[in-house]
């Protein structure tokens, strides 16, 4: 694992992951089920475009994106007082060095042992996963990149929502997904490459 140390959101963060497969976007490339998503030609084009431009794409987000933004550090401090752990900020992880693919997680803790990822959620969305007690459908290829990326033991998937319990999951490795995304996000890499260096005239 190679931690690069940059605040998440300020600009060098930005150019660190511009034009780079990042875990919170790989359920754009494959699906749970190992088959590809309708999103991945938009993600690689989108990549290539940042490549060419060295512009970043803008993501789209809504008022509720921007609270959950906003409540980060909320949740972040209350899963350290409930865990006893402390949380370290950082700003992108590398598997290796030849930094193909990244994920930025919302925390490394406990001495890097394990990392975190937090997701600040409406009340009806709290519900539903507090009934469901698991972690959501649509984090799970999230989740399991940050671990293969990472190479820790295990994640914490936690919700949060003023007012309602957290959910606090533990998340193992799960090795024949995580084979899956490793194998359908080099094929990736190789075709945003090849794609990207055409499109130079190389």
């Not at 972040?76 to 930025?104: A, C, I, P, T």
């Amino acid at each position: 694992m190679i931690v690069v140390d940059c605040i998440q959101g300020e600009e060098a963060w930005f150019s660190e992951k511009l034009g780079k497969p990042s875990s919170s976007n790989i359920s754009k490339i494959v699906t749970a089920g190992g088959k590809k998503s309708t999103q991945r030609e938009g993600y690689l084009h989108s990549l290539i475009a940042e490549r060419l431009t060295g512009e970043r794409s803008e993501g789209y987000k809504n008022e509720n994106m921007e609270e959950g933004n906003r409540r980060e550090q909320e949740s972040r401090d209350m899963y350290s007082f409930l865990s006893g752990h402390e949380v370290e900020q950082v700003g992108v992880v590398y598997k290796d060095s030849d930094k193909r693919f990244l994920s930025s997680p919302d925390g490394l803790c406990n001495n890097r042992e394990y990392g975190l990822e937090l997701k600040n959620v409406l009340p009806k969305t709290q519900v539903k996963y507090l009934l469901r007690d698991k972690t959501p459908s649509e984090y799970v290829i999230q989740v399991q990149s940050s671990l293969m990326i990472s190479g820790l033991p295990f994640w914490k998937f936690v919700s949060y929502c003023p007012n309602l319990d957290p959910l606090i999951v533990t998340v193992d490795r799960d090795a024949l997904l995580i084979k899956m995304i490793e194998d359908s996000l080099n094929k990736f890499c190789d075709e945003l490459d090849f794609l990207t260096n055409k499109l130079k005239g190389k």
